[in-house]
């Protein structure tokens, strides 16, 4: 295989499709139909079910902002999702605060966090890069471990979904569904508007050519620490919807496959789309729901399922879609 053709087998679908104005009217008319299927899927599919969906797929949106974005593979997002998690869940239950407070210091955490993580790991490239946030992970994860307000293994549990700027009780689960979905698409569409900035350009300048994005004046560190920063704190907006949807922050949240599971979500939906991430969502968390009766062969099953995307669609599924119409999702 010549060296061309081996970096067009690693550049993400997105990069090698020419956007224009039909792209854009294409990706609102995608935007109204996840907009419709918001409104309508409640009345199909558990709305608990959705929420899970809706929050992982914020996460695993929030995850390829990085990694088909800027090229930076993290091994260790389960510590942003996971702390802001227990973070909402302490502040709901000790501290009385409203379900939209407790949310915002979640995610304030995780920004912090990210800050701090993102500033020791861009110093490295690769593997090595991957590696340090494995690391910086796993110090979290023992750290929720034994800390008091974590509650250790069993969590923290029974959290209040309180109520909605102290008026909308959120006790019914097709009004935290409204609340959940309005999240999520204000996220997707933040999302988007920052792949499609100017900063979203050179984020992905830099990671097709950081050599010759330097060589333009680009601070490329300082574009990297931006988006593990932007990354880290939609990934804690995550995070801290979920314990309020299942009222419960637990290790499982910053345990490290839970870092592997976002990284499968992205591959299965597709790298470098906009969109591929909640489908691939989707997908996993319907995997684990509907095939919950096999127990721990749902692990082999998605095993399974990742080996055969990376083998035949190497672009994820929204992502051979996206070749085939000739169109960037």
């Not at 294409?26 to 009345?43: G, K, N, T, Y």
């Not at 209040?160 to 999520?184: E, K, M, W």
């Not at 880290?232 to 839970?258: N, P, R």
């Amino acid at each position: 295989m010549s060296s061309a053709a081996a970096s067009t087998d690693a550049t993400p679908i997105a990069a090698t499709l020419p956007e224009g104005r039909d792209a854009k009217a294409f990706h609102r008319l995608v935007f109204v139909i996840i907009a419709v299927l918001l409104a309508v899927l409640p009345f199909i599919l558990y709305p608990v079910f959705l929420m899970k969906v809706l929050c992982f797929a914020l996460f695993a949106l929030a995850f390829n902002l990085l990694l088909g974005y800027g090229g930076l593979l993290s091994f260790g997002h389960a510590a942003y999702f996971g702390m802001a998690s227990y973070v909402t869940a302490y502040t709901a239950k000790n501290w009385g605060l409203t379900p939209e407070l407790a949310i915002l210091g979640g995610t304030l955490m995780a920004a912090l966090l990210g800050l701090v993580f993102g500033a020791l790991a861009i110093r490295r490239q690769g593997i090595y890069f991957s590696m340090i946030t494995l690391a910086l992970a796993q110090m979290v994860f023992f750290f929720s471990l034994q800390a008091k307000f974590t509650g250790g293994e069993d969590g923290i549990q029974a959290v209040p979904r309180g109520n909605l700027f102290g008026v909308i009780s959120l006790a019914d689960d097709r009004v935290l569904y409204g609340l959940v979905a309005v999240i999520f698409f204000l996220g997707l569409l933040l999302i988007y508007r920052i792949i499609h900035s100017p900063f979203g350009q050179v984020l992905k300048a830099i990671r097709d050519n950081e050599p010759r994005a330097i060589s333009l004046g680009y601070r490329a560190n300082q574009y990297k620490l931006a988006v593990f920063v932007l990354s880290t704190t939609l990934a804690g907006l995550a995070g801290s919807t979920k314990a309020i949807v299942f009222q419960l922050a637990s290790l499982t949240d910053v345990h490290w496959s839970m870092s592997g599971e976002v990284v499968l979500m992205t591959l299965v939906g597709g790298m470098g789309t906009v969109f591929g991430p909640i489908l691939g969502s989707f997908v996993i968390i319907a995997m684990e729901n509907y095939l919950a009766q096999f127990g721990a062969w749902v692990t082999i099953i998605q095993g399974v399922v990742f080996v055969v995307c990376v083998l035949v669609f190497r672009e994820g599924i929204l992502g051979l879609v996206a070749r085939m119409l000739k169109r960037p999702l």
